[in-house]
């Protein structure tokens, strides 16, 4: 076998360990406080390793992931409240709206190049906000009436098991990314990303790969939508559509390190944290956010994992990860 292969072998049997030592962690009888703080550690990996896979490796810097969650979660609530759609049923069906929501708005949005692509899909978030605020179903007896009050959602599961559900979707970006970024798709992505033209001239289909990505990322980011509002059990729309979801990734993986796999791990641990502490501060959380970015964007553009690869700790780290397993 390939040292490449002994690393992997490595990194995913450091994988597997951690993975146990969270999911024993409930068995053990942790607290509620830190059972959520690992929820939303968990939900917040998956959302930054999607944005990673857009802005990172695809050129893709969508600022309209927060929109595909709202669908997602909507259509998880009305599969719930109005259909009585079992579980296994209702999440797969909320990605795949959102996917397809998504693959709707791909033609006119890859004709957009850079800024305006932005733009374009920042403006989905307000749309969508403004759409479903409006909205009002037919009622049923029991449920909210939609409009701005939302609608509440019922799963039936516990708070355990929607934090296994959590570790899974989080686990699972990680080992996705490794194998987006391993395949023909991830080569042809970094290539879009670096240029255009060059890629487009070796014979890669910008389209169709933009697209991949773009939907991968879509139902994903959806998945992880389905999950925190399982948890919380309520959407509206001026939470769902809101831009604050865009900063919790976009923070998680310039923090982290943006083009890293190990980035938005990094990222979304410590987006993790200045949530819990922050509020404390309320009045100066914006000026502390944008200061910490500031100093990011300005001495370590990379990120703390950019930073650290340059360090002989970080690098001997990396080698011992690509040793030979005997």
Sequence with gaps: MSAKMFRLNAEYILLVILTLIMALLPVVGIGWYTLHVLFLFFVYLALANMWNLLAGYSGLVSLGQPAFMGIAGYTLAMLLWFFDTPLYIAIPA???????????????????????????????????RVWFNWWRPIPVPGAPVGGGAGFGIRSGLSPISIYYLALAVGIASIILMRFILGSKLGAGLMAIRDNERAAATCGIDIFRCKLYSFLIAT??????ACVFYLFQGHIEPTGAFSISWLNVMLMAV?????????????????VVLLSQLLPRYAEYSPL??????????TFTPPG???????????????????????
């Design 254 to 270: 310039i923090i982290g390190g943006i083009s890293t796999e190990e980035g938005p791990i990094v990222g979304s641990a410590i």
């Design 219 to 224: 139902f994903f980011t959806g998945l992880a």
């Design 94 to 128: 909320a990605c795949a709206a959102a996917t397809a929501f998504a693959a709707v708005l791909s033609i006119p949005l890859f004709r957009m190049r850079g800024f305006y692509f932005s733009i374009g899909t920042l403006l989905l978030n307000e749309i969508c």
């Design 304 to 326: 703390i994992i950019g930073m650290m690869r340059k360090t002989r700790l970080y690098n001997a780290m990396l080698k011992y990860l690509s040793k030979p397993i005997t």
């Design 288 to 297: 502390i956010l944008g200061v910490l970015l500031t100093l990011i964007i």
